[in-house]
């Protein structure tokens, strides 16, 4: 690369760093280089790592909330089951109050004295 598409930056690093770069056969530029797209082609990989276990998570989460689902589902239809049965029977009570109610009673005996 020429001078005009490089930045010149200044950086602090650990003396520990610094040794281990004098006593490679690379120079600080190339060592730097190197290391900064190493870092950039892993943070990639490690972007991608996390997305891929997010995934993951979000497909747990949709199955647990499918059960629930079902479990609701399944609780639904047995409500709904018992407010039929309870509607039928209510039906038939009100069938017999009004059967009971409406019910011609017998007409009164005559009364034999009152037969002149």
């Keep these: 690369m020429t001078q005009e598409n490089k930045k010149r930056i200044n950086i602090y690093i650990p003396n520990e760093l610094y040794i281990k770069v004098t006593q490679?056969?690379?120079?600080?530029?190339?060592?730097?280089?190197?290391?900064?797209e190493l870092y950039f082609s892993n943070n990639q990989d490690f972007k991608l790592l996390n997305q891929l276990e997010r995934i993951s998570d979000l497909k747990e989460q949709i199955?647990?909330?499918?059960?629930?689902?079902?479990?609701?589902?399944?609780?639904?239809?047995t409500r709904d089951i018992e407010?039929?049965?309870?509607?039928?029977?209510?039906?038939?009570?009100?069938l017999t109050i009004h059967n009971l109610t409406?019910?011609?009673?017998?007409e009164?005996?005559?009364r034999w004295w009152r037969i002149w």
Excluded: C, F
Aim: proline share 4%; net charge positive; charged share 25%.
């Design 102 to 106: 409406t019910k011609q009673l017998p």
């Design 108 to 110: 009164p005996k005559k």
């Design 63 to 77: 199955n647990s909330l499918q059960n629930q689902i079902e479990v609701k589902d399944k609780q639904l239809m």
């Design 83 to 94: 407010v039929r049965d309870l509607t039928e029977n209510l039906k038939g009570q009100i």
């Design 24 to 36: 490679s056969n690379e120079s600080i530029t190339d060592a730097i280089t190197h290391s900064l």
